[in-house]
């Protein structure tokens, strides 16, 4: 049976080992964190995602997780490549030490697999000099990287489905790939070079930034002209060669956000990547101008963040664009409560329902999660009853029934000087101006 080592049992390296262990292969997955090889091996999941606990029962015969790397016929890395987000730099310092606990086992005609996202280049500058440690010259062992593109909430779904893009030292580390791929991917496979594979990986996800910069940047446009941008997106789109993206409060996740940085870090010639990596950093900037708009001078104003994960309907919060907003609300003297059901832990308190919306003046919805739309408005107790929707996620006519004023951002509608003085006066629970009461236009 060939035996396959992961290295790294996150939300990429755990699926990516199970499936393989489905399909067959024995596969040892190896992890750092004591924790987690502990979890797994007592038959539990430190990570959730749809389908997983199935596929790990019935992947588990297959499976073990240890902490030492062992002797094996394929090295897979899938270990973490964050951004150092002060000096906007990739840091590959968990696939430098993946690659020096391999390179003391790897014998000649293994295939080491890199999954992590890397800078262009880093696979021949850095992980394979390391791995030539062995004796071995790069050739004698394979080599290949297998950018993965799976979203979270759908990882096993797109793991499955999604086609793949591999780059090999040579043709016989490509193909060897696609026979271990092959053995559980239903998209296609498309072979190329090493430093191919990793700059594809990069620009698909510096085109979805940069679409996004631009709806965000319409969004804005668009209310200086009283343009409401999600019709006109939505028009634009029926062009049949537009696609313009939703605007938001920001992006987050550890993909989109960081994956232009790793593109343009050795590269000078990146003016429309920064610019639109800076736009879209300074979404949550836009969003607390919003809320000043619309509370004007209440006293001692409380905020209810509606979801803090980087993205609807999962927990992740890496580079949530949440958490700036609540940094900056609270630096402007907001009181700052969050309500996000898929999530436990956060840099701040997550609260239930009932707890994040008391005494609150305004919710600042951030992550559209589908759940929200399932609240009934009607029952919230809050002191004042505004609704800031940064997605267009909410239903306009049911909260405004029940009282809310809603601004959607990039809605084109500006509020009227009356209606931003009556605000601060409103007792409790007392219907606000509805939609007539916001004037349309500049
Ligand atoms: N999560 C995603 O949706 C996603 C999507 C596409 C690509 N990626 C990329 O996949 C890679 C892995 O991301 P992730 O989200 O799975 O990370 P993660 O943080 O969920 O998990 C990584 C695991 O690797 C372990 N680890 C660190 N150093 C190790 C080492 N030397 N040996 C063994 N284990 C080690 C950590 O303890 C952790 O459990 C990253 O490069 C990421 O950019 C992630």
């Given at each position: 049976?060939?035996?396959?080592?992961?290295?790294?049992?996150?939300?990429?390296?755990?699926?990516?080992?199970l499936l393989l262990a489905k399909s067959g292969f024995e596969v040892i997955g190896v992890d750092v964190n004591e924790r987690v090889v502990k979890t797994l091996n007592q038959g539990q999941l430190h990570i959730s995602d749809p389908g997983l606990p199935e596929l790990f029962e019935e992947a588990r015969r297959n499976f073990v997780?240890?902490?030492?790397?062992?002797?094996?016929?394929?090295?897979?890395?899938?270990?973490?490549?964050?951004?150092?987000?002060?000096?906007?730099?990739?840091?590959?310092?968990?696939?430098?030490?993946?690659?020096?606990?391999?390179?003391?086992?790897?014998?000649?005609?293994?295939?080491?697999?890199?999954?992590?996202?890397?800078?262009?280049?880093?696979?021949?500058?850095?992980?394979?000099?390391?791995?030539?440690?062995?004796?071995?010259?790069?050739?004698?062992?394979?080599?290949?990287?297998?950018?993965?593109?799976?979203?979270?909430?759908?990882?096993?779904?797109?793991?499955?489905?999604?086609?793949?893009?591999?780059?090999?030292?040579?043709?016989?580390?490509?193909?060897?790939?696609?026979?271990?791929?092959?053995?559980?991917?239903?998209?296609?496979?498309?072979?190329?070079?090493?430093?191919?594979?990793?700059?594809?990986?990069?620009?698909?996800?510096?085109?979805?930034?940069?679409?996004?910069?631009?709806?965000?940047?319409?969004?804005?446009?668009?209310?200086?002209?009283?343009?409401?941008?999600?019709?006109?997106?939505?028009?634009?789109?029926?062009?049949?060669?537009?696609?313009?993206?939703?605007?938001?409060?920001?992006?987050?996740?550890?993909?989109?956000?960081?994956?232009?940085?790793?593109?343009?870090?050795?590269?000078?010639?990146?003016?429309?990547?920064?610019?639109?990596?800076?736009?879209?950093?300074?979404?949550?900037?836009?969003?607390?101008?919003?809320?000043?708009?619309?509370?004007?001078?209440?006293?001692?104003?409380?905020?209810?963040?509606?979801?803090?994960?980087?993205?609807?309907?999962?927990?992740?919060?890496?580079?949530?664009?949440?958490?700036?907003?609540?940094?900056?609300?609270?630096?402007?003297?907001?009181?700052?409560?969050?309500?996000?059901?898929?999530?436990?832990?956060?840099?701040?308190?997550?609260?239930?329902?009932?707890?994040?919306?008391?005494?609150?003046?305004?919710?600042?919805?951030?992550?559209?999660?589908?759940?929200?739309?399932?609240?009934?408005?009607?029952?919230?107790?809050?002191?004042?009853?505004?609704?800031?929707?940064?997605?267009?996620?909410?239903?306009?006519?049911?909260?405004?029934?029940?009282?809310?004023?809603?601004?959607?951002?990039?809605?084109?509608?500006?509020?009227?000087?009356?209606?931003?003085?009556?605000?601060?006066?409103?007792?409790?629970?007392?219907?606000?101006?509805?939609?007539?009461?916001?004037?349309?236009?500049?």
């Open positions: 049976m060939t035996k396959i080592c992961v290295l790294g049992l996150g939300y990429i390296g755990l699926p990516t080992a997780a240890q902490t030492v790397v062992p002797e094996a016929d394929i090295y897979l890395i899938a270990v973490p490549t964050p951004l150092n987000a002060h000096i906007r730099v990739s840091e590959l310092g968990y696939v430098r030490s993946a690659a020096e606990m391999i390179y003391p086992h790897l014998r000649k005609g293994n295939l080491v697999i890199l999954e992590s996202t890397v800078p262009p280049c880093a696979s021949e500058k850095l992980v394979i000099p390391i791995l030539e440690k062995s004796g071995l010259k790069a050739g004698e062992f394979k080599y290949v990287h297998c950018p993965e593109r799976a979203i979270p909430g759908k990882t096993l779904y797109e793991m499955v489905h999604n086609d793949r893009i591999m780059g090999g030292i040579d043709n016989e580390s490509a193909e060897s790939a696609r026979s271990v791929y092959s053995s559980y991917v239903q998209g296609r496979i498309y072979l190329t070079d090493v430093t191919t594979a990793e700059f594809v990986k990069l620009i698909e996800n510096t085109y979805r930034d940069i679409n996004i910069a631009i709806a965000n940047e319409f969004a804005q446009v668009a209310e200086d002209y009283g343009v409401n941008v999600w019709e006109a997106v939505d028009l634009a789109n029926k062009h049949p060669r537009v696609n313009i993206l939703q605007p938001g409060p920001g992006v987050g996740g550890h993909c989109i956000a960081v994956d232009p940085w790793f593109l343009t870090e050795c590269s000078a010639k990146t003016g429309l990547i920064q610019l639109s990596r800076e736009i879209n950093d300074s979404m949550p900037n836009y969003v607390i101008h919003l809320v000043r708009e619309m509370l004007g001078d209440i006293r001692e104003p409380t905020l209810t963040v509606f979801g803090v994960s980087y993205k609807n309907d999962i927990s992740d919060t890496r580079e949530t664009p949440a958490l700036k907003f609540i940094q900056l609300a609270e630096n402007e003297g907001y009181k700052v409560k969050c309500y996000d059901p898929h999530v436990s832990t956060f840099e701040y308190p997550v609260y239930d329902l009932d707890e994040a919306v008391r005494d609150s003046d305004c919710i600042v919805l951030i992550t559209g999660h589908d759940l929200f739309k399932r609240i009934d408005p009607a029952k919230l107790s809050m002191r004042h009853r505004y609704l800031i929707d940064t997605r267009n996620h909410l239903n306009k006519a049911t909260w405004t029934d029940a009282g809310f004023e809603i601004k959607t951002l990039g809605d084109g509608l500006v509020r009227s000087e009356a209606s931003r003085g009556v605000a601060s006066e409103q007792p409790e629970q007392s219907p606000l101006p509805n939609s007539k009461a916001t004037t349309k236009g500049v």
